[in-house]
């Protein structure tokens, strides 16, 4: 064992394959759930980041809901036994058939993101002699301070009500008889670490709610998203994010209504840490101005580096030799089939072990088969 992996075991496994710290899972939803239960926060586990059956079922296990952006994540949901009346279903383009699914179901609530929209779901909820739970989306126009791809709740972004149009939606409702306005709800970005962004959502979200106030309107709950970040230099330091920070910002500085509630959506908080890439060095190909450790898996088990220039460490986790530098790369047909550039590994011999960190969000579920590779398999610490 080196670190914090059985590599012993590992030796026998077929890699690529994901790798997951089910008790570190566990006490990170021990944390989420002591930190929000302080204030009687209600929190969703973000699909979005890991949809592995094992995983959503421990989720489930321990009380958590279910944030959901399409008709696949939601079956996924209940299938891993989630109750329906702890879903709430976002997304700018829901199709039918998914509305129908979330009607059908009697999800807690639509998070709409347009006046079209809305109507769609007016609609089909009609048709079903059904009344739909809505909570608003709104694009609060608040800077996230992250990577543009992943940044969501600024003017130019598709994502929400804009709030210049927030009246006019609202106008609708009193028009519409299949929908019910019970919330809204915010999400500004992903992997914010500068907190502050969080305060100055609650900021403009007390003024939204200032404004609604006037027309005599106040909603059951307020949803603030997910977003936290996680320390992808130090997988390790604080294995666990600072939920207890996060969930503090908002009790200090939400105006919330008596009997208001609020939802949390995070998703690469609780999962991004409990998971690595394990793969193995194919080759090591000394280049004409750089050496290179080639792996087995590539940006079909991992797209983060690839997408968006993320930064994940990469670790030898076979042995302890002296450290050399190498560009780690996959043997997917892209240049940016690249792991990381000049990256520092113990030296590498061809078959060594090598963990890429910080893998459990946005990994697995991301995977892809182009070149025709084969989706890799998950392995769990408590059984292997
Ligand atoms: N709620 C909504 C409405 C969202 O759009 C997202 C993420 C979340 C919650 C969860 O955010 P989290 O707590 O995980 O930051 N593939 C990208 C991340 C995309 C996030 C999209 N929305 C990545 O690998 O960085």
Redesign the pocket.
């Known amino acids: 064992m080196k670190g914090i992996f059985p590599i012993e075991k590992f030796k026998t496994l077929q890699t690529p394959f994901y790798y997951y710290n089910t008790d570190l899972l566990r006490s990170t939803l021990e944390l989420v759930k002591s930190e929000a239960g302080k204030y009687g926060y209600h929190v969703h586990y ?1 699909v ?2 890991n949809a592995n059956q094992k995983i959503l079922t421990i989720i489930r296990e321990n009380g958590f809901g279910a ?1 959901c ?1 399409s008709g696949g994540e939601i079956k996924a949901c209940l299938e891993a036994g989630f109750p329906a009346n702890k879903i709430v279903f ?1 997304g700018v383009g829901k199709a039918d058939w998914e509305i129908n699914l979330g009607l059908d179901r009697d999800i807690f609530s639509f998070n709409v993101e347009s006046a079209a929209e809305l109507a769609v779901i007016n609609e089909l909820a009609e048709a079903k002699g059904k009344v739909a739970s809505v909570a608003l989306r709104i694009n609060p126009e608040v800077d996230a301070n992250t990577h543009a791809y ?1 940044t ?1 709740g600024l003017k130019e972004n598709k994502f929400g009500i804009n709030l210049c149009q927030l009246e006019s939606v609202l106008d609708l409702f009193a028009t519409l008889k299949n929908v019910k306005l019970v919330g809204l709800h915010f ?1 500004i970005g ?2 914010i670490t500068d907190l502050s962004s969080f305060q100055s959502l609650c900021t403009r979200v007390n003024e939204i709610q200032e404004s609604m106030y006037k027309r005599q309107m106040i909603v059951e709950h307020i949803n603030f ?4 970040g996680i320390d992808y230099h130090n997988p390790d330091r604080q294995a666990i994010p600072d939920f207890q920070a996060y969930f503090a910002i908002f009790n200090k500085h939400a105006k919330l209504r008596p009997s208001q509630q609020v939802h949390f ?5 609780i999962m991004a840490q409990c998971g690595s890439l394990i793969s193995q060095v194919l080759y090591v190909k000394e280049g004409s101005s750089k050496r290179f450790a080639i792996l087995d898996a590539g940006f079909t088990e991992l797209i ?1 580096p690839a997408l ?1 220039q ?1 930064y994940h460490q990469i670790e030898n986790i076979s042995n302890d030799e002296a450290v050399e530098m190498y560009d780690v790369v996959g043997p997917v047909c892209e240049s940016s089939d690249c792991f990381g550039k000049e990256v520092e590994l113990n030296k590498v011999h061809r078959g060594d072990l090598i963990a890429i960190r910080s893998a459990g ?2 990994g697995e579920i ?1 995977a892809s088969q182009y070149n025709c590779r084969q989706l890799p398999k998950a392995y769990y610490s408590d059984t292997l």
């Open positions: 973000a979005k980041a944030d952006v976002a992943i969501t999400h992903s992997q998203g997910g977003g936290l959506e995070p998703g690469r908080s983060r968006y993320a969000a946005y991301m």
